[in-house]
């Protein structure tokens, strides 16, 4: 396995701080944080250069808050000083990491979000029967479980630059025995390199033909049913054994029963968004909030949930809402079918 050198300089020079720096502002050109950055531009990247480079930079507390959806999470905030040297290692290391990930590896990749992975996941199984078998699994506490020797032993297969290594591990770094804080850009990369072998022994070992990973959220689609329940058996001690992890869901069933993946109600032959959005998105449309509907309606982008959410928006806005339809999806609501009628949610 070919390893990479003489990437801290690259990582941290002057230049790729700096694009770093414009990686880090999109999108929040309007937050405090980013504006008080930029107030003093040069001075901010100079510090951060000299504290890298001497080996005095530490990154800022963290700013916690929580989440409920889809299950409690404490997000840990960085700093934006502290984003953009993330940014300066990501644009370092990415693609180093991402030759090595298997096609079915979805997550924050690039060109590798929820949409590809839910047409993975279709087309596998359209690959097979109806009565056929889907294994569908899913790590324990994922993020507050991995071992940061481990995800360092997995780092240090790729980069062997120490200097580089050590700064990448300050963003995993918490205050509990095991995990990586979640909410970091790195903790994102951190996650596809730690449980990269799994993909492998799976493809490579096992020899399973259509496989597909979300995160800590994966699939074996296509099997008999003695099949999955040995390779559940395999999947399970390989995890204990080398990357101290241990399953929580594990769901055997049919084909044609369809799978709840990546936020998607997924059949051979029709996608759905779960319900829970469509009742997000209901909430949305009464309440007027355009700038949820428009991402709900992102989410439900070339899914066969979206003539339904498409008349729904109109209905409301034929009864005086305060709310448009987007214009990438005005071409796609003129050439809805007219059996594209509201119906209950949970019709």
């Known amino acids: 396995m070919k390893r990479y050198g003489n990437l801290f300089e690259k990582a941290f020079s002057e230049e790729n701080m700096y694009q770093a720096y414009l990686d880090a502002r999109r999108g929040k050109r309007g937050k405090r944080a980013c504006f008080e950055f930029e107030k003093h531009l040069g001075d901010n990247l100079a510090s951060l250069h000299n504290a890298i480079h001497t080996g005095t930079y530490a990154p800022s507390p963290y700013f ?12 840990h905030a960085p700093t934006f000083r502290d984003v953009v040297v993330q940014h300066a290692i990501y644009r370092t290391i990415y693609h180093i990491f991402d030759r090595s990930f298997i096609s079915s590896s979805f997550a924050c990749r690039i060109g590798y979000g929820t949409h590809k992975a839910a047409r993975c996941a279709r087309a596998a199984m359209q690959n097979h029967s109806g009565d056929d078998y889907v294994l569908k699994l899913d790590v324990r506490k994922f993020f507050y479980s991995m071992q940061r020797s481990i995800l360092r032993r997995l780092i240090e297969r790729k980069i062997k630059d120490r200097r580089l290594v ?8 918490m205050e509990t025995l095991l995990g990586i804080p979640i909410g970091n850009l790195l903790s994102q990369i951190f996650a596809l390199i730690y449980l990269n072998p799994l993909d492998h022994f799976i493809k490579r070992l096992l020899k399973v033909r259509d496989y597909v990973r979300y995160v800590d959220d994966f699939m074996l689609i296509g099997l008999p049913r003695e099949k999955c329940l040995a390779l559940r058996d395999a999947i399970v001690e390989f ?5 101290g992890l241990e399953l929580s869901r594990v769901t055997l069933q049919k084909v044609r029963k369809g799978v709840n993946f990546c936020g998607y109600r997924t059949w051979r032959t029709v996608t759905f968004i779960r319900k829970h959005s469509l009742y997000k998105f209901r909430r949305s449309v009464k309440a007027a909030a355009q700038e949820s509907v428009n991402s709900l309606l992102g989410h439900a982008k070339n899914t066969n949930s979206m003539a339904y959410m498409l008349a729904m928006l109109k209905e409301a806005i034929h009864n005086g809402g305060n709310l448009q339809i987007p214009e990438n999806y005005r071409a796609v609501h003129n050439v809805l079918p007219r059996r594209a009628r509201l119906q209950p949610v949970g019709a």
Request: proline fraction near 4%; charge should be positive.
């Open 166 to 173: 050590d700064v990448m591990m300050l963003f995993a770094d």
């Open 64 to 75: 916690q808050f929580v989440v409920y959806e889809p299950k409690r999470r404490i997000i």
């Open 239 to 243: 995890l204990r054994r080398l990357l």
